[in-house]
């Protein structure tokens, strides 16, 4: 091999490694990282615990947790996120994760249950998910099981102010059978908060009503069909190797104005999603 050629070679490795960690990189401040602070031995600030998946996480599209933390600096804000996390996932760590003791929690999974469970595309049916450790492919009423027995596990915790996020668009065409089917995901969610006693921040309205002010969706962006993991991955070296930021991404893929790969958030998106916690919190 020439040294062009073993020259090309390295440079693009380092590109895949570097964009790899950004990728998977734990957030800033999460649940390990809070636990060997001096603060986790202190009560001086009341601890906010954001559970969910890598939207909470921030490593795939915009990572808006810090412009939160700095907006509630009166505020431990632990970040809980883990890429790729079900509902049934965020049911068998709920436990390790309340060890942070926190006084507001809250909560926003389903994205890759509803993913998962999107029978018009999306790696057939959920076997990446059984693949990476689920027990079966998801379906809308094992999300709906899982999250159940989250808000339950939170509230007899005796966790008092506690939340639930309906999940974001699954690319931005409204009438879409990708976005009929998240629909039935945050029927659910509403329903299982109403029986656990649990706050419900709309935040999948919120997405639609950014989209409508800003003029609507445009007539150019495809429906979601499932994850296209080059424009995931290409999105994503943009933006960590070439510096564009997640709007430029989101319009590069798919004209899209509040997502960047039809699931994780762009810089519009995300200020949308810390605005609507940031209202919930404001009032705790």
Known sequence: MNTFLRLLLGVGLSIVCYNSYCMFKPPALNVSAFLATTAATSNEKPRVLLLGDS????SIGHSWVPDLRAQHSGKDVINGGINAELAWNIRNRVDAVLAVKPDVVVLMVGTNDAMGSFRGGYLKGGDLYVAMGAP????VAWHQENLKAVLQKLR????QQRAVLTIPPLGEVRASKANKHVNAINANVKQVALETDTTVIDFNQAIWEEIDRLGGASSD???FTGIDVWAQTFGSVLHNVFGWNWNDVGQYNNRLRMLTDNCHLSERG????????SQYLSLR
């Open 55 to 58: 939207i909470f996480a921030g």
């Open 221 to 223: 962006t495809q429906e």
């Open 156 to 159: 007899d915790h005796g966790i």
């Open 136 to 139: 079966q492919k998801p379906t």
């Open 270 to 277: 995300a200020d949308v999603l810390r605005g609507v916690v």
